[in-house]
Nanobody
Framework: QEQLVESGGGLVQPGGSLRLSCTAS????????FYWFRQAPGKEREGVSC????????FQADSVKDRFIMSRDNAENTVYLQMNNLQPVDTAVYYC??????????????????WGQGTQVTVSS
């Protein structure tokens, strides 16, 4: 079964860090680009970070630049989102999605082939 599974969410204090993982099964990620999204209660889904199949194909939202780092390990079939200096505004459910596309601020939704179920990140003291 082809799927994406996110993990690594949890409760963290402001200023803390978390590393989210998005592990694929049933297919190889080598030829896929990945996007991390987040959605807070009552807010629209926001694209946070994207990584393509080449080193120079990336995108990050201004809201997370210099704090979040996205990476991929094709051998592990996993992409990661290292989140540093987390703030309460980062509280949301974080989702990963994969498809064949180049990273950009907005990628047409029809280009996504796989979606994860989401992992909750809560930043609170």
């Amino acid at each position: 079964q082809e799927q994406l599974v996110e993990s690594g969410g949890g409760l963290v204090q402001p200023g803390g860090s978390l590393r989210l993982s998005c592990t694929a099964s049933g297919f190889t990620i080598k030829y896929h680009s990945f996007y991390w999204f987040r959605q807070a209660p009552g807010k629209e889904r926001e694209g946070v970070s994207c990584i393509g199949t080449s080193d120079d194909d990336t995108f990050q939202a201004d809201s997370v630049k210099d704090r979040f780092i996205m990476s991929r390990d094709n051998a592990e079939n996993t992409v990661y989102l290292q989140m540093n200096n987390l703030q309460p505004v980062d509280t949301a459910v974080y989702y990963c999605a994969a498809g064949i596309f180049y990273c950009a601020a907005a990628v047409p939704k029809e280009l996504y082939d796989y979606w994860g179920q989401g992992t909750q990140v809560t930043v609170s003291s």
